[in-house]
């Protein structure tokens, strides 16, 4: 082991372990590079403790508080006391127009824009052999049932343009 726990012939790190740690964990999220993620940690450093805890305890639990929406597989709150998320439950929804979208994450882009009052199915993920992710890996089988109520009259595909 070099300087502050790295491997010989990796970048030596000025910091702390702790701290360098806590800096490549946040590398490893989406869009966070070297000079967020310092900044991150940095702001960490500096926060109230009671702000580092509470933040620490939402990471924590963050799995255990939510569940899967029995009907789109949309997340949910698994205290929410309802039996359907707040779009499903929602009765101003059109039940009768459904998009399917790949990931959670693409059905809140399309609900920011505020355009869009049907409903919605989240495959949680996509087609991939190569990957060896096959229709059963999918919410498909999900989907066909949701389509033998014979409420939904339109549904709109939109998943990514790949093969």
Known sequence: MGVNGN?????????????????????????IG?????KLAF????APGEEVLRLSRLLSDLRESLVLCPQCQNMMDRDSGRESCAICSD???DPSTVVVVEDVQTLYAIERTG???????????????????????????????????????????????TV
Request: net charge positive; charged share 25%; proline share 10%.
């Open 43 to 46: 702001h960490l450093l500096k």
């Open 7 to 31: 491997q010989e012939g990796q970048i030596r790190s000025p910091y702390p372990l702790p701290f360098h740690q806590l800096i490549e964990s946040f590398r490893t999220l989406p869009g």
């Open 34 to 38: 070297i000079k967020t993620a310092t």
């Open 91 to 93: 009765p101003l929804r």
């Open 115 to 161: 355009e869009f009052r049907g409903k919605y199915h989240v495959l949680l993920g996509r087609l991939s052999p190569l990957e060896g992710i096959g229709p059963d890996a999918l919410r498909i089988r999900e989907l066909l049932e949701r389509t033998k109520t014979g409420e939904i009259h339109e549904m709109i595909l939109a998943t990514s343009p």
